[in-house]
């Protein structure tokens, strides 16, 4: 099945973030950066498995100030291949449109 995009709030609101950040230490990933209000946000993602950060993303991303799951993951699917107690793992894609996009291999978000 080809992998798909549902939009999903994990925490972060994208829009028009700017002086994006972030840093990883003990399997949690921190997202920091200044909201449309002008006031810094930060937020945690816990058991990163991996996460990547590129200015131009492919052409199948919607360019966009939204947060989405991507359902049948590729990425994560090779990540916890083999791997026992793998399960509730997620793929998320932030779309900073100003900025960048962040991909992230962490726990479920609840």
């Known amino acids: 099945m080809s992998e798909y ?3 999903t709030y994990v925490g972060v609101h994208t829009a028009d973030a700017e002086k994006v950040e ?3 230490s003990n399997d949690t990933l921190v997202l920091r950066y200044v909201d449309w209000h002008e006031e ?6 816990k058991e ?3 996460f990547r950060w590129q200015e131009l993303d492919d052409v199948t991303t919607p360019r966009d100030d939204m947060t989405y799951q991507v359902k049948n993951s590729q990425w994560l699917a090779s990540q916890v291949s083999g791997i026992p107690a ?8 932030l779309c ?3 900025c960048g ?9 609840s």
């Open 22 to 24: 972030v840093s990883y």
């Open 86 to 93: 793998r399960d509730g793992f997620a793929h998320y894609k």
């Open 5 to 7: 995009f549902v939009e």
């Open 40 to 45: 810094p946000k930060f937020v945690e993602f």
């Open 96 to 98: 900073f449109n100003a």
């Open 101 to 109: 996009v962040l991909d992230i291999l962490c726990k479920a978000v």
């Open 48 to 50: 990163t498995l991996a």
